[in-house]
């Protein structure tokens, strides 16, 4: 008979391993992760931890091996994650340039989005084959790992490779565009949205949505919505309309 997984009800020190774990096995952890591991938490063998594969599922476990060149550990038995939002946001940014973008991504799993959809509009400060080959998503993707380790859910967000404005809302039906206070353009209010369950969240740069990309935006068939009369910082109205979003559609 199967094992049945159990709650954890002790805080373990948690680390990522993407390959394929199954229960009673001993797997190596990434390199970045026995690091970790070793030389900021200082753990020995026999330590218990939690493992977690990012695609849901996590296990308590215990060190079972250190040595110069890579950590081991031995999965005991599963553990039930948190669950997942029931709507799946899919926020679909500006890219932001230095560290902007780190802190919004690393909210954004925090607040239990489903993906991040980097893109590049008409007053972003990062041309697009800037995102694209200047090793920018892999960082993001790092950065998303850390934040589900650090925030306990058990799914890694991908971040997706860059996309202009128009292929981003191309065929996308639940996509809602945040407009800032100021823009000339028919919105409603976030609060007004009904339920559903999914949503693709746009988010402008730091100089706002071009009036062209709000023509478009609409021609597309996304809705044009406002957080209020208050206009936020770029890197902070992703966290702001995501956790309006979910409390909202009483989510969160």
């Known amino acids: 008979m199967p094992q049945q997984p159990v ?10 391993a993407s390959e394929a774990l199954t229960t009673g096995t001993s797997v190596a952890l990434p390199e970045e992760e026995g690091q970790h591991l070793t030389r900021v938490l200082r753990l020995q063998a026999g330590d218990p931890v939690a493992v977690f594969n990012g695609r849901g599922q996590e296990w308590r476990a215990v060190v079972d091996a250190v040595d110069k060149h890579r950590v081991r550990v031995r999965l005991e038995e599963a553990i ?44 972003s400060e990062i041309p697009l084959s800037r995102v694209r080959d200047g090793g920018r998503v892999a960082r993001w993707q790092r950065v998303a790992v850390s934040s589900a380790k650090q925030c306990g859910r058990a799914v890694i967000p991908v971040v997706n490779p860059p996309l202009a404005l ?3 809302l191309r065929g996308d039906i639940g ?14 209010r976030l609060r007004d949205l009904p339920a559903r369950p999914r949503a693709t969240l746009f988010i402008g740069p730091e100089g706002g949505w071009a009036p062209e990309e709000l ?29 309006a979003l979910r409390v909202q559609w009483s989510d969160l």
């Open 80 to 123: 039930v994650p948190p669950p997942e939002p029931s709507i799946a946001i899919v926020l679909a940014v500006a890219a932001l340039k230095g560290d902007k973008m780190d802190d919004v991504v690393r909210d954004a799993v925090m607040i239990g989005v489903a993906a991040i959809q980097p893109i590049v509009t008409a007053r």
């Open 7 to 16: 709650y954890c009800a002790v805080r373990l020190a948690r680390f990522f």
């Open 215 to 243: 023509e478009l935006a609409a021609t597309a068939g996304a809705t044009l919505v406002t957080l209020g009369a208050e206009t936020l910082r770029a890197d902070a109205a992703p966290l702001v309309a995501v956790t």
């Open 175 to 188: 996509a809602i565009v945040l407009v800032e206070p100021s823009a000339n353009a028919p919105t409603q």
């Open 166 to 168: 128009g292929d981003a």
